[in-house]
């Protein structure tokens, strides 16, 4: 089955950097890969997803990129705010349940 | 209004005690979900229904029985609770029966075994 591979776990950055966050999946036959925010308390939100016949999609300050040959993709952050801090999860997912990776901790130091 | 509603949402019981939570989506999904999210965040299916049918049972003990009036109805029976089943539980539902496609979370279920 689908195995996803998440680092950092926990990611500190300042106001204003850029954040990275990487994933890497087992399965090449996953074709929809979604980023998932979740704030203290509060139930996970998607905030970007990209599919596999699409390299790259862009929303406002965030990113997120695909290499299918190396099976791993990245969500990026610019500008972060404050209100950026929360765990964001990586998923994967081809007519399967998705695979969740198992979170990153960011915190954004004003 | 909540798109995807859960409750209770804290759920404090004894060991050996069964206990019910209950959901529902008002976004005209097809397809609903139960996840598991551990203390260390982690989120795993459980169960996932389109149009009232089972579709995915994970590996979940048979303590854990999942029912779908209808298709805007996910609700979770947990029989013989055990200290291992705290955890947030959260209900999440989607447009169609591929699971390809985004997912809306309810706010989770808080479930605490004494």
């Known amino acids: 089955g689908e195995n996803v591979e998440q680092h950092p776990s926990t990611l500190s950055v300042q106001e204003g950097d850029s954040a990275v966050i990487k994933c890497t999946y087992s399965d090449s036959a996953s074709n929809y890969f979604p980023w998932y925010k979740q704030e203290l308390g509060k139930r996970p939100q998607l905030i970007i997803d990209?599919?596999?016949?699409?390299g790259e999609k862009k929303d406002q300050r965030i990113a997120v990129t695909l290499n299918k040959t190396a099976k791993h993709f990245s969500l990026h952050i610019t500008e972060t705010q404050p209100e950026d801090s929360a765990v964001y999860f990586c998923a994967a997912s081809q007519n399967t349940p998705l695979v969740f990776g198992k979170g990153t901790r960011l915190s954004v130091i004003a | 209004d909540t798109a995807v509603s859960q409750t209770p949402k804290y759920l404090v019981t004894q060991m050996g005690n069964d206990k019910s939570i209950k959901c529902e989506q008002n976004?005209?999904?097809?397809?609903m979900y139960w996840y598991k999210q551990d203390s260390k965040k982690f989120l795993k299916i459980m169960f996932s229904?389109?149009?009232?049918?089972?579709?995915i049972n994970e590996t979940v003990p048979n303590r854990f029985s999942p029912k779908s009036p209808d298709k805007a109805h996910l609700n979770l029976h947990i029989n013989s609770l055990e200290l291992g089943d705290s955890a947030v539980y959260f209900c999440a539902s989607s447009p169609t029966g591929g699971v390809d496609q985004p997912q809306h979370f309810g706010d989770g279920t808080r479930l605490s075994i004494l």
């Open positions: 990209i599919r596999s016949n699409v």
């Open positions: 229904y389109n149009n009232k049918e089972l579709i």
């Open positions: 976004l005209g999904h097809d397809t």
